[in-house]
């Protein structure tokens, strides 16, 4: 019997949730093929078989989040330790250790515990076939995908059938869980933002009315006038190792773009807007929100922002206190456009506003560089074009 463990994914991670099985015991695989799709902090990887045999175990059910390094399959036959093209474990003189559960609940639990010597786990019972945005839908609305009888095509759950589900529970009962997928990762950036960035926020607004097309596209505008910031104060466009106290600056500017989804919140990221004109850019954005809404964003297209922006007034509201995501030094947000009265040449006008948030880490820049940004992020969006 030989192991294969969840390897080292990158960036650090330590766990991922296992989505899909395309596997199951008994089955005879062969080297590369899809053996188990797992979600990391908002990105569904796939990782393939790391050799050809036959699966004698699968070591975790869907839903399971697996730490790197913890069992994931077990092969009937021997082999010599093989670890492919990825990063991973492939041994056969020993079985795999018990990995404690995690104290909070069985939903969180690391992994299953090792096979005793002769006597192998039972395969796990199969997995109710949904994609992770209904996955997540279903764990939103406290429903359980192995009630549904799925009507959509292969025996697959649709949103359509959570949503009945979810209207034949007894009024008022609302059900917990364990926060899951891009909910989970949210839940822990956040904490680690609170506890590691100094945050200060500083509020403008920008006179939109002079835009030479009222449908003028006001995320590229954004873009541009996050680029102009930056350029105004490099400070903003870095990084700071908060432990070392080192900022990094970039000579690059690739823009973080906070995206709402149902499954919770991602941030692609626009690489080298600089460089790109309006037409580049509005093409980068839609490839970008059409992957994430289809959830096949690859993680490389989710790290290695130099600095993020929230275009929250498509939704609701004006200003906000935002959070910065380290080892970033600065996020802007732009709230909704709306007219307003204001006074010009000694005359009360209407006019076209744009509500702006600076939020930055004040350990890595100052008020003034902050105000530096601000104006410049101003003085771009006022111009007509």
């Known amino acids: 019997m030989s192991v294969f463990s969840l390897p ?5 991670l330590e766990e991922a949730e296992i989505v899909t099985w395309h596997v199951s015991a008994g089955e005879h695989v062969v080297e590369g093929q899809p053996l188990v799709a797992v979600e990391t902090d908002k990105a569904v ?9 036959t699966i004698e175990s699968l070591m975790a059910p869907v839903g399971a989040h697996v730490r790197v390094g913890a069992p994931l399959v077990t092969f009937a036959d021997s082999a010599a330790a093989d670890t492919g093209a990825i990063v991973g474990d492939l041994a056969a ?13 069985a939903a969180t639990v690391a992994t299953t515990a090792a096979p005793r010597s002769g006597a192998p786990p039972p395969a796990p019972a199969a997995a109710p076939r949904a994609m992770p945005r209904v996955r997540a839908l279903a764990r939103d609305l406290g429903v359980d995908l192995a009630a549904i009888t799925p009507s959509g095509p292969d025996g697959t759950i649709s949103e359509a059938d959570v949503r009945a589900a979810a209207k034949t529970k007894a009024p008022g009962v609302i059900e917990g869980g364990a926060l899951q997928g891009p909910r989970r990762a949210m839940a822990r950036n956040m904490a680690r933002a609170h506890a590691q960035v100094v945050p200060a926020t500083v509020h403008d607004e920008a006179d939109v009315d002079a835009w030479a097309s009222p449908d003028a596209d006001v995320t590229v505008r954004l873009i541009r006038a996050v680029v102009a910031g930056c350029r105004a104060a490099p400070v903003l466009n870095a990084w700071l190792d908060g432990d070392r106290l080192v900022l990094r600056r970039h000579a690059r500017i690739d823009i973080g773009l906070a995206t709402e989804t149902d499954d919770g919140l991602f941030t692609p990221v626009v ?8 037409a580049d850019l509005r093409a980068a954005i839609d490839q970008l929100k059409s992957r994430v ?3 096949r964003i690859g993680r490389d297209e989710l790290t290695g922002a130099t600095v993020t922006l929230s275009n929250f007034g498509t939704l609701a509201g004006r ?12 996020i802007l947000g732009a709230g909704r456009i709306a007219a307003q009265a204001v006074v010009r ?7 076209r506003l744009l509500p702006l948030s600076l939020t930055f880490d004040h350990r890595a820049a100052t008020g003034g560089d902050a105000a530096r940004v601000l104006a410049a992020v101003v003085a771009d969006l006022q111009r007509p074009d």
């Open 271 to 278: 690489r080298d807007a600089a460089a790109r004109d309006a």
């Open 319 to 330: 200003h906000a206190v935002l959070v910065v995501s380290p080892p970033q030094v600065a």
């Open 93 to 105: 003189p020993e079985p795999p250790a018990t990995v404690p559960r995690a104290a909070a609940s």
């Open 345 to 351: 040449d000694g005359a009360v006008v209407a006019r």
């Open 293 to 295: 809404r289809q959830r």
């Open 45 to 53: 990887v796939e990782i393939p078989a790391p050799r050809t045999g």
């Open 8 to 12: 080292d994914l990158g960036e650090g």
